[in-house]
């Protein structure tokens, strides 16, 4: 009876896996690809693999995602950035800071898939105001540390404030399938 339970629980388990895997789950879901320009951006350990399932719907698209050392997949035309996790590092801050860029010249017409998954907490990296990155990689209680939290008081992640040069959170962001968000900046 015990291997029958055994065997049940790792097929179940088997089969979550599967239908999680962002090849099935987010490709299933992806809208025909809009037309116009199409910038791709996401942070966490699962997005570089969302981003590989949405090029293989919509072929390659233009973008930065930042997942975790040793987790990058191929894409053709999204740049895959590896950075440190959960503690953050210079490349992750950097690749923030690029991202950011990208968004920054997009218009109405443009649309933003965000590709967001656990850990992207730790992996987009633009400390507020006067906080250095070393304060914001430094400041993990020991157990922040010991159970990989990310709460945001922790690490003193803030949204930038509207007209501080970078997008704020104000845009509207509508919730899709498999950790991806659509973003449309508002008309004004």
Do not use: N
Not at 31 to 55: F, I
């Amino acid at each position: 009876m015990g291997e029958q339970v055994t065997e049940l629980l790792r097929r179940l388990f088997q089969r979550a896996v599967e239908v999680a895997d962002p090849m099935k789950s987010l490709a299933a879901s992806l809208p025909e690809k809009p037309a116009g320009r199409v910038v791709v951006v996401g942070a966490g350990k699962a997005s570089a693999r969302m981003a590989e399932a949405v090029e293989a719907v919509w072929g390659p698209c233009e973008g930065l995602v930042i997942t975790r050392y040793g987790y990058a997949r191929p894409c053709k035309g999204i740049e895959i950035v590896e950075a440190a996790h959960p503690v953050p590092d210079e490349i992750g801050h950097s690749a923030t800071q690029r991202m950011l860029d990208l968004l920054e010249g997009l218009g109405e017409d443009d649309f933003v898939l965000a590709l967001i998954s656990g850990g992207a907490s730790a992996l987009l990296t633009a400390p507020a105001g006067d906080i250095s990155l070393g304060e914001k990689a430094g400041y993990q209680p020991e157990t922040a540390r010991f159970w990989g939290a990310h709460r945001a008081d922790e690490y003193r992640t803030q949204t930038p404030e509207p007209g501080e040069g970078r997008p704020a959170c104000g845009s509207r962001l509508s919730r899709t399938h498999a950790g991806a968000a659509s973003v449309r900046r508002p008309r004004r």
